[in-house]
């Protein structure tokens, strides 16, 4: 027991019949009984945590000693030879069960409890006057004079509790239990009986539990051909040794072959007599690895230049595709998951082409070939004329006629093309009169006799790359129209021809009789002569029913230079 101040406490044991002995009265001052644990933070306190407790000293009564304690009035405990002063706050020494030593004298004698019973709940009582000490006890017994025991006597003692302590304890019945320990470490266990006399008997014992190990390799593994894989058993512990059945002790090794691999996992305790053991198996399975190859149709070519890649890749598997197009910065152009894709590059440029191949498995290459196209510049041909010439802009629904003039009017063209200005190129001009130049801008180049013409421009790259533009340049003459007419049927001068007419524009072509009759009208009138020669005469005004005299005419002639509306009389003579 331990107890902060000794002046102030009773001790008093208790038969089973009630009769009691007092053994210590409120004597001994400010002494302590044991280590006890007087302050906290400076106050005198009663701590009621068992936490907080001192420690416990063994103190012995009796009264067959010549050594030791023995009581003075006034003084408390007295040492023999010595006064212990009641002022200070001095632990009492403990008893030494050993030697029989500083062994305490009751207040009042045990002959208080002649006639107790032996049988019986005997009982410890003590009692603090002062409620802010400090006191704890752990255990007391008592020791009985065996001269005291009735002969002869006996006494049968059955079990009336049992207790397993500890952690997985699974009880089977009152007597036996399992234990399922599945973690690894050091489990302490207390088995306790209590007999019918409330005597409590106990036995610890501690169980070491090594960890059975479980390696796990996971699924079987295929691996790439020329490639390599790490296996591993996912299992470390203390005290762990490896062996794999290729000779390796390391946890994990590296394989690129195929086969099977099988791993001995043993763990033992620190001691070094128990192991346990654990086993797994992988199968690595070797599969194709794929090469990657192709071709293209096309290596080089003008812009916009189409193409298509085929795969030759090996060996002749399925598999799923990424091309990859990267212009000479690097820039992903373009991008296809077909097998054999066509692709079509509209920049000028030099392009690197990526193929990636996938197995099934999962296996894959790929392969670059750096520089493998080339797109050259592609010229795109135009041109326009000079407008201030006296030339006449088309209407705008005639996009193909570039202008309009007459004959013998130089025609200024101005080249306009687009072309790489790091490109040699050539140009050629066709100016539909059988009249061509080779000159970026050629001089201008008149037309001597009236007609649409058909004017070309080809432009050529030093790559062979070739644009071509073609306009028409309408040019006109004046119309000349007849005003006799001789209609006889004898095949010269019987129809009605207008000299210059070009019959794509538009006109109207109307005849009247003297007293303003209408004898004829045409719309889109399409006989016309040419260089002398005449054409569509069979679709010519005919007045071969019409009398002979005068007649008059209007021509009403619509062409890109100008609107006209011609009136002129027309003699008909036989």
């Known amino acids: 027991m331990e ?33 006890a644990n007087d302050y906290d933070s400076g106050t005198q306190v009663c701590f ?20 030791g304690f023995s009581y003075g009035p006034g003084n408390g405990y007295l040492y023999e030879g010595n006064t212990v002063p009641t002022s200070q706050h001095r632990a009492i020494d403990s008893t030494n069960r050993i030697l029989g030593t500083n062994y305490y004298r009751p207040v009042n004698s045990f002959t208080g409890l002649i006639g107790c019973p032996l049988n019986g709940a005997w009982s410890f009582q003590v009692c603090d006057q002062w409620g802010v000490d400090d006191g704890w006890i752990w255990e007391w017994s008592l020791n009985l004079d065996p001269s005291l025991m009735p002969q002869p006597w006996d006494y049968t003692i059955t079990v009336d509790q049992v207790q397993w302590t500890g952690d997985n304890i699974i009880p089977d019945d009152d007597y036996t239990a399992h234990i399922d ?25 501690t169980l070491t539990v090594v960890q059975l190990p479980t390696p796990n390799l996971g699924d079987d593994i295929g691996i790439c051909g020329g490639s390599s894989t790490t296996l591993n058993p996912n299992y470390t512990a203390n005290n762990t040794s490896y062996l794999w059945n290729t000779g390796a002790t390391s946890n994990t090794i590296v394989v690129n072959t195929a086969g099977t691999y099988d791993i001995t996992v043993t763990t033992t305790n620190n001691q070094g007599t128990l192991s346990c053991v ?9 599969l194709p690895q794929p090469v990657a190859n192709f071709t293209s149709n096309k290596t080089e070519g003008c812009q916009p230049l189409t193409f298509t890649l085929t795969d030759l890749s090996t060996p002749s598997l399925t598999y799923n595709y990424l091309w990859i197009i990267l212009n000479a910065h690097n820039d992903t152009v373009q991008t296809s998951t077909q097998r054999n894709p066509t692709i079509t590059l509209t920049e000028s440029g030099i392009y690197t082409v990526t193929l990636y191949v996938i197995s099934e498995d999962g296996c894959w290459h790929d392969t670059t070939f750096v520089n493998y196209i080339e797109v050259f510049p592609q010229p795109d041909a135009n041109f326009t004329v000079n407008y201030s010439n006296g030339l006449v802009a088309p209407v705008p629904d005639e996009p193909t006629v570039i202008a309009a003039t007459t004959e013998g009017t130089p025609v200024e063209f101005i080249n306009t093309s687009h072309f790489d200005p790091n490109d040699q190129l050539t140009w050629q001009w066709d100016f539909g009169d059988n009249g061509n130049s080779t000159a970026h801008t050629p001089e201008p180049h008149p037309y001597e006799i009236w007609g649409d013409y058909e004017v070309t421009l080809t432009v050529t790259s030093e790559n062979n790359c070739t644009s071509s533009i073609t306009y028409i340049v309408n040019v006109e003459a004046p119309l000349e129209f007849p005003n006799v007419l001789t209609p006889n049927g004898d095949g010269h001068n019987d129809v009605f021809i207008v000299k210059n007419l070009n019959p794509n524009f538009p006109n109207v072509f109307s005849v009247y009789d003297r007293w303003g009759k209408k004898v004829y009208e045409k719309k889109n009138y399409t006989t016309y002569m040419k260089n002398n020669v005449v054409y569509n005469a069979d679709e010519g005004f005919n007045p071969e029913k019409l009398s002979d005299g005068v007649y008059f005419f209007t021509f009403k002639y619509e062409s890109y230079v100008k609107v006209t509306e011609y009136h002129s009389s027309l003699t008909l003579i036989r």
């Open 181 to 205: 320990a599945s973690v690894a470490g050091n489990y302490n266990y207390t088995f306790t009986v209590i007999d019918n006399y409330g005597c409590v008997y106990d036995s610890t014992f």
């Open 48 to 67: 009621g945590d068992p936490a907080n407790c001192g420690v416990g000293w063994n103190y012995c009564f009796s009264e067959n000693t010549t050594q």
């Open 278 to 286: 654990g086993y797994d198996t992988v199968v690595v399975e070797y």
């Open 3 to 35: 107890h902060t101040y000794l002046g102030d406490i009773t001790i008093d044991l208790i038969c089973p019949n009630g009769q009691s002995v007092r053994m210590e009265s409120q004597n001994g001052g400010g002494n302590f009984l044991g280590d």
